[in-house]
């Protein structure tokens, strides 16, 4: 799933390329994807790009102050960019193309999805507050009100376990199933911590990790071209997706906990005593 850094790669290839530009046609190729009718989609045309922005996973394209197409990546889901946008007929349901936006200029993009589980998100609203996701984000982790103690509070009482508490988008915008495992990792935390039995100290390396984890993956990704965002937040993971591999701080052997959608992968020297965590599926499987 694209996460907070790659979503910010994409605004920032947007801003470079979409805004200032007027859109000349939208073709809707996934009717399940379009989530509103008023505004229509036939809105955007002629509207005039002027503005893109973040918040949380989602991208905002603003088309002057009452006008902005809004969608979310989801699991699968992906931007691509054309300089010549193909004169290719969509045929809804025939294609992994979800929406297709032609601009003036020539160049356009597709918000595509693979796969059968479809996720994808679009809006066309007045305002991004509209969206239903969008109302309910939590703050934004680089947010500079964002603070260590403002970090510290929002655990403060909360029986969750941290991981599934950095990933909630209810409590903090934009991290997702990848950057909380390198969070963690680089706090050396268990991912199955209870948020409230943080100490300062924990909450210390905890936010040192989130903020530097996401600044040095948004450096990463920024200038690149969508094409090249997957593979360059891949090369970044440390532990993410890495399963079996050497730890790159101890070289212990990184590994997984499965569940039924994900996995999660730790470091057990680093994060968890050297204590392998219980792999709830293969314990199903032997019993």
Not at 17 to 34: D, H, N, P
């Amino acid at each position: 799933m694209p996460e907070m850094p790659e979503v910010q790669g994409l605004v920032g290839h947007l801003a470079e390329r979409a805004v200032g530009r007027t859109i000349t046609r939208t073709a809707v190729g996934a009717i399940a994807a379009l989530k509103t009718f008023d505004p229509p989609v036939t809105a955007l045309t002629g509207a005039v790009i002027t503005g893109a922005s973040r918040r949380g996973k989602f991208i905002v394209l603003d088309c002057g102050a009452e006008l902005h197409l809004v969608f979310h990546l989801a699991k699968a889901g992906w931007l691509r960019w054309y300089d010549e946008l193909p004169g290719t007929l969509i045929k809804p349901g025939k294609s992994p193309i979800a929406l297709r936006v032609a601009l003036d200029d020539g160049s356009g993009f597709d918000l595509t999805e693979a796969g059968t589980k479809k996720s994808l998100a679009v809006y066309v609203v007045r305002d991004p507050q509209d969206v239903p996701g969008i109302a309910r984000l939590g703050p934004d982790p680089l947010d500079p009100t964002f603070t260590r103690d403002a970090l510290a509070a929002l655990l403060a009482g909360r029986r969750t376990q941290i991981k599934g508490l950095l990933r909630d988008q209810g409590l903090i915008a934009g991290i997702g199933n990848a950057y909380s495992d390198e969070i963690l990792h680089a706090a050396r935390m268990s991912p199955y911590a209870p948020a409230a039995n943080l100490g300062e100290a924990d909450v210390d390396r905890l936010y040192e990790a989130m903020q530097t984890t996401l600044r040095e993956a948004i450096a990463e990704a920024a200038g690149k071209p969508p094409a090249d965002l997957k593979d360059a937040k891949r090369r970044g993971m440390r532990v993410h997706a890495r399963r079996g591999e050497a730890c790159p701080v101890c070289g212990d052997t990184i590994r997984s906990v499965f569940f039924a959608d994900r996995s999660l992968e730790y470091c057990p020297t680093c994060q968890t005593g050297g204590k392998p965590l219980a792999d709830r599926r293969l314990s199903r499987l032997l019993k």
